[in-house]
């Protein structure tokens, strides 16, 4: 670095090129990713999922599996309720259906995690995951935003499938007399599709219970301190009980937010069975049980002026976010986006997801 | 399950290792051999992040079994400094260029890109970007990636193109 | 994405590998340069008992030239053959193919014959020995036999191939110096499996087509040879070619399908185009040459 010594503070770097300093380990094999930490007598972790998007779960028999060599532990959900956690949102609420790492009596979307099983290699948690044995009964699922506003509520007593709604779908006396008293009226309909984020680095964590009630977690994320808050939260843990290592990270796309299902019954397990577990999700998890996001339609009424100025505008904006949705959320942001970027005297919306 | 003695040189060193049928080479280089810059990000071919140089081409590490690598010359990522820690001119290059940011693809990149341009191999720019449709990278939107091939290929890795150090 | 367990040999020579998959009963599965077999092994789509790798029998590597024209050897690496001088001196349109088969990481461990062998309908090599004529030499302990690429293919990944044959080599008849290559493909992304392609060669003499042979890859569940193009093409003048009436005649063969990648009406329209502009391209180039 040329940078000169003598200034301090920021304009030391503004207009100069700065090396990155983490680029010598990245550009030597020398990052520390997830799946590069190793502890001693760390188990691997793969789960059976479900290969349906909603149904009852009739019986779950794990007998073969766990006869399986290198098998340490085939846990479903009623084994990791011995370590209670509550799942919470981005923000730190509690949700307002109960989350269950692993599926609890019932599946709700295909690639749902249904047992846990560690094991001391990966390749032998698969060889035994395979080996599990769920009966499902099987229910129509409920795919598409048109099909979630007819049919009955997915999640046991709730009242429909909207899961937040802010404003309202009606327009009101005002800026309805401002849209239909401006010079030109325009009705849009855009659809967005699902994306799934695909960070180079799938999900991936390795959870370390040390001493009775210490959690050492090393985890891909986005911010560790936020997974510690978290899940010090979630288990009732103090904060001090919980380190949280995320040295290199291989993107993230809002996905490594917070841990979610296999992420806790990963720690779960660690807890409840006192072994380093790593769990490194695959691609063909990351593809099917990954959380994903937009698809998202939006109806756009604008009115303008004889100028083509923006007299005013109504957004009615749905979002599909899957079977759980991390809180309730519906997805305010994008209007944020509309009324922050275009003057407009008026703006009224309904958002829903 | 059958098991397999094999023999290879990795990184310039002999190494012998007793590996099940199944076993990758990728995991066999992560789990056995430490090479834990060798990244695996989809495990079915697509994403290039495992690329190693086998017998000097560069190959995936994922679509290989260890043992099939039995008696050949294998190099990753950790083997293309020189011992004194001087960086390969490819990773010269990319860091020049910026061509990476959360490193996860880079190993893989620099595997191919030092397949094409090390010993008597000189590809053009082109051909270099060619090869790039073998990998996958979220960060950067490829563009640090192609400064870095163009510096490769003309042979300007070092004369001012990037950052000064 | 780890492979379900299996064991390993490597045979050292054809007769060996043979009698393996003789006495496998089906069981065994055959690894060429893997770069399709690996990825379904990871995913546990494919579970053999064992996998016969062929990669270090010294017959099947390499190109030669013969009687019957130039025969490639079924191990050997796409990469390889892209390179080899007498496959860009004799089959050009072959080497085209080649350049699209894939990454350049994955030609370096795939081969030709296992591509061919597998029968991907979206993949440019058993379309190529389709288009080209290719005779496929299939080996068992039974014997040798000499299948020809057009009838090989069954539906996808489904051959004539036996569970105890091994395809040894792979013969391309000659096709005169200068004749004509005809290649192109629609892919999402440079390496993936085509959307649309098609591939094929003609021969032109005095303002005469003599010769033309053209199959579709990705335009239905095999490879599809263009028998009324190449009944139309045959005999008659470059004069008078009408390039959107053939291309019409091409798609009228295929028999596309709808995935989530493309509609088969996308396909037909595509395919319509590409070939309509391949034949426009490849006889104005003779008449101007």
Redesign the interface.
Known sequence: MNAPNSSLGATRWIGQRVPRKEDPRLLTGRGQFVDDIVLPGMLHVAFARSPIARGRIVSIDTAAAREMPGVHGVLTMADLAARPITMLSFFFTEAEIPITPLADGHVSYAGEPVVLVAAETRAQAEDAASLVEIAYEELDPVVTIAQARTAGPIHPGMDSNVAAEIGDEEIEDELEDTLAGSALRLSHRIVHQRISQSPMETRGVLASRDGPEELQLWITCQSPHLVARWVSLALGLPDSAIRVVAKDVGGAFGLKNHPWKEECAVIVAALLMGKPLKWIEDRYEALTASNQAREAEMTLQAGFDAEGRLTGSHGIYDCNNGAFPQGADSNIAVHMFVWAAYKQPAYAFVSRG | ??K?AIDLTLNGQRRSAGV?????LA?YL?LDAG???????????????C?VTVDG????S????A??ADGCAVT???G??APDGT?HPV?QA??EA?G?Q??????GV?M?FAA?TGGEARASEEELV??M??H????TGYQGIRRAARALAEGTVGAGA???? | MKPAPFDYERPASIAEACRILSEAGGGATVLAGGQTLMPLLNLRMSQPFILVDIGRIAALQGVSRGGDGTRIGAMTRQADALADPLLAAHLPALVTALGHVGHHQTRNRGTVGGSVALGEPAAEMPAAAVALGAMLELTSVRGTRKVPADGFYIGPYMTALEPDELLTAVTYPDWPEGHLVLFREVARRPGDFALVGMVGAAVVEEGIVTRAGLAWFGMGPTPIRMRQLEAALVGAALAGLDAHALAALGVADSAPFDDHHASAEYRRTVGRRILARSLREAFALKETA
């Open positions: 399950m059958s397999h099940e049928a199944r076993t990758s995991d992560r090479c834990t810059g060798v990244h695996l990000g989809c495990e079915h071919g697509v994403c290039g992040a690329t081409r560069a190959v995936r994922c679509l290989m079994l043992v099939q990753t990522v950790e293309l400094a960086f990773q990319m860091r910026h990476l959360c490193g996860f693809c880079t190993p620099l191919t094409l060619s090869a449709s073998g996958v990278c979220r960060c990037g950052a000064a150090e």
